[in-house]
């Protein structure tokens, strides 16, 4: 079996940068290739106030994605109606806790996560946040709140985490192919897909 392994965290502003582009690419992958969807953590568990000059960086990265990437945008409400932290692992366990509930809401969880914090101007970082969400998806809230601060869930975020540095991933979004046991990066396009789709081709097609 052939493995596609996409890396990310919901509360990437690159993912969701590149959030059309990679899922174009993985509803065009050949029929062989299955694909595994990985929580990187990008930040995490801090209750501290984000410092102003990590603030101005990541506003600046929102600035230079939206340049980039035609389609995409960011609600900069977030950074006065909001309290910033450099927290992200709470949003990635969001994403496992609903996957406990139902395997197909871990990706209605993601989508639900971006859209909050880059078009509402919430605050995934907060564990109110993630529970409203969790509500508003059709998920049980309280059993997804006892499930989020769980021990189970931290673990099987921890081993999500070990496996992407393992793999040799320390940036998000990333790809990787996993053929017998071999391990090759898939750059990331975000302006085409077929330039992935063509890496991934080029890649099965030596091996």
């Not at 939206?66 to 709470?90: H, L, M």
């Not at 871990?106 to 101007?121: H, L, R």
């Not at 605050?123 to 969400?133: G, K, Y």
Request: aromatic share 10%.
């Amino acid at each position: 079996m052939t493995t596609l392994y996409y890396i990310h965290d919901p509360m990437c502003s690159w993912c969701w940068g590149g959030k059309q582009v990679i899922e174009s690419l993985l509803n065009n992958l050949p029929a062989d290739v299955k694909v595994e969807k990985l929580l990187g953590g990008l930040a995490s568990d801090s209750d501290a106030i984000m410092p102003t000059e990590t603030q101005a960086y990541i506003k600046q990265t929102w600035q230079r994605i939206a340049d980039k990437i035609p389609g995409v945008d960011f609600n900069f409400d977030f950074w006065t109606k909001c309290t910033p932290k450099r927290s992200t692992y709470p949003a990635c366990r969001a994403v496992i806790a609903a996957r406990m509930q139902d395997p197909e809401a871990a990706d209605k969880m993601i989508s639900a996560i971006q859209q909050a914090y880059y078009q509402q101007a919430r605050n995934p970082s907060e564990i109110i946040t993630l529970v409203e969400i969790a509500a508003e998806i059709g998920l049980d809230a309280d059993r997804f709140h006892v499930d989020l601060l769980s021990v189970s869930v931290d673990q099987m975020l921890q081993k999500e985490i070990t496996f992407a540095r393992e793999i040799g991933v320390n940036s998000y979004p990333s790809l990787v192919l996993e053929i017998d046991g071999g391990y090759w990066p898939v750059a990331i396009d975000y302006l085409d897909p077929t330039t992935m789709l063509n890496t991934i081709n080029d890649i099965m097609s030596f091996q």
